[in-house]
């Protein structure tokens, strides 16, 4: 089994900054991707960014986040960070780590979640 933990959520004032941390462990052999999803009241859960855990270091972010969000991961401590600046009250939601493993078929697996509130 996959047991992802987050850390780091909370409130922050508009054009502040939050570091999520999201860290893997148990049968983590076969993950080869991980990534941040958010889930705001009232809408739908979307991708905020994912990064391969193999050989590349492909990414990928949402068009909201892009220029403000950096997602970086570091091997050895299996854990995948989410670097968020110029925050803004829209940005509100809990924050959910995801990896993607590979067995017969791709299985995910979730974390907890971490809420962000971004407000004055």
């Known amino acids: 089994q996959v047991q992802l933990v987050e850390s780091g959520g909370g409130l922050v004032q508009p054009g502040g900054s939050l570091r999520l941390s999201c860290a893997a462990s148990g049968s983590i052999s076969r993950i080869y991707n991980m990534g941040w999803y958010r889930h705001a009241p009232g809408k739908q859960r979307e991708l905020v960014a994912d990064i391969g855990t193999e050989d590349n270091d492909n990414t990928n972010y949402a068009d909201s986040v892009k220029g403000r969000f950096t997602i970086s991961r570091d091997n050895a401590k299996n854990t995948v960070y989410l670097q968020m600046n110029s925050l803004k009250p829209e940005d509100t939601a809990v924050y959910y780590c995801?990896?993607?493993?590979?067995?017969?078929?791709?299985?995910?697996?979730w974390g907890e979640g971490t809420l962000v509130i971004v407000s004055s």
């Open positions: 995801n990896a993607l493993e590979k067995r017969l078929a791709i299985v995910e697996h």
